[in-house]
């Protein structure tokens, strides 16, 4: 009888040893926690990625300030810290080149004898007179053919001093003296005569600076952002 129960006793024992010998090991809390942080990292990372191959820009910068500020210290934080600069500043190009679009505004009229064509852009700080503008135009039209002025709005040219030329630079470039004339007809507008040579420099060019003076405001440059011009909007150049 005790030879059984030691044996009993025994088999528990070998039993026991067995079943505890095939127990998984405990899971360390913070080793899956990290793996859990990962793997959230590595999911948002794919869409960074993605973003980055389609040219969105700005989703991928959100992406990416998103994952370095909520998985710091992951494998796809380190990943993504080594390209989001460039991200970033892709981004911020494309706002600003969306902003210089923006500034130009394109019109199509009928007109006899055909279409006319205009893009019009205000200086980029106003004058200062009550409710003045000055805009630079460039016009396409069918009898007048192509045209390039400065066009004032509740203000005038002040030529008593001379607007046969007008000091013109783009890019912040030494300026040059290009041939301006006044309508006779005594609209608020000044004609610069090389209408062909100022838009091949201004397709090129992300500023222009041109110097007037205007009664009531003097002499000053105005300055205009010329970058977003879209030349496909002004179709054809009608002869003159």
């Not at 992951?74 to 679009?101: F, W």
Request: charged fraction near 20%; aromatic fraction near 8%; glycine fraction near 10%.
């Amino acid at each position: 009888m005790r030879f059984q129960c030691a044996l009993t006793v025994a088999f528990g024992l070998i039993l026991a040893a067995c079943s505890g010998g095939n127990a998984p090991p405990p899971v360390d809390p913070a080793l899956a926690a990290k793996a859990a942080n990962e793997a959230r990292a590595a999911k948002e990372g794919a869409l960074y990625d993605q973003m980055r191959r389609s040219g969105s820009w700005d989703i991928a910068t959100s992406l990416g300030n998103e994952i370095l500020a909520k998985y710091p210290g992951t494998q796809t934080a380190q990943r993504v810290q080594q390209t989001i600069a460039q991200t970033r500043a892709k981004s911020a190009a494309n706002a600003d080149a969306h902003r210089l679009a923006a500034l130009w505004s394109y019109t199509v009229t009928a007109e006899d004898g055909g279409t006319q064509y205009a893009a019009t852009i205000a200086s980029k700080e106003p004058l200062k007179l009550p409710n003045a503008r000055l805009r630079l135009v460039l016009r396409q039209h069918p009898k007048w053919g192509q045209s390039v002025y400065l066009l004032l709005d509740n203000a005038t040219f002040d030529c008593k001093g001379g607007c046969a030329t007008l000091p013109v630079g783009f890019d912040g470039a030494k300026p040059q003296h290009m041939k301006a004339t006044i309508p006779p007809t005594g609209e608020p507008a000044l004609f610069i005569d090389d209408d062909e040579g100022f838009i091949a420099k201004l397709e090129k060019a992300k500023t222009v600076a041109i110097g007037v003076n205007v009664k009531g405001a003097g002499e000053f440059d105005a300055e205009f952002e010329v970058g977003g011009f879209d030349s496909s909007k002004l179709p054809g150049r009608p002869m003159k």
